[in-house]
């Protein structure tokens, strides 16, 4: 139902559908250097004079240390998908609160994504859709639990292993 005659814009309601194109890229990057330096001189003098000589003994010690850490860390994380989400309400402004939840399985590997968010009526295309980044506080839950790449072990290999790394 649209909200005149010449606009296209729709009027949405709780329950509605409208598909969500997400496409997720973010880079993280941390430099951390840390340098310190760790004087310590330590003086121990012991005098010991052997009897009729003028001989003595000393004892001295020194401690010096330094330490430089330096750490680099960089993060690419991409993540694609198309789901439909569902209106859940409907603010006072016309904005869309939507929610949406998605299970995948795959190889006995459920995958839960969960995405959440507002979304503004004319932001909706006349196709019912919306892409991701047209959509107030997103949020985006991806859950893949489970072993990633770990091979089924049989019996004999899940021995032999308990006893030899």
Known sequence: MRSSWVADRRLFG????ITVLID???????????????????????????PGTAQG?????????????RGQARRENRFQNEMS???????PNGLLQVKGTKKIDVDRSLQDIVF???VRAQD????????SSRVADAQLGYASPG???????????????????
């Open 147 to 165: 072993s990633l790449g770990k091979p089924k072990q049989g019996l004999i290999t899940k021995f032999v292993g308990a006893l030899w790394p």
């Open 85 to 91: 989400v569902r209106v859940v309400a409907v603010g």
């Open 116 to 118: 959440t968010g507002w």
């Open 14 to 17: 709780v329950g509605d559908i």
């Open 24 to 50: 997720d890229y973010t880079i993280s990057t941390a430099v951390k250097e840390h340098i310190a330096q760790d004087l310590r001189n330590r003086d121990l003098g012991v005098n010991a004079r052997i």
């Open 124 to 131: 909706v295309s006349v196709t019912n859709v919306v892409e």
């Open 57 to 69: 003994a000393d004892v001295n010690s020194r401690n010096n240390a330094n330490q430089i850490s």
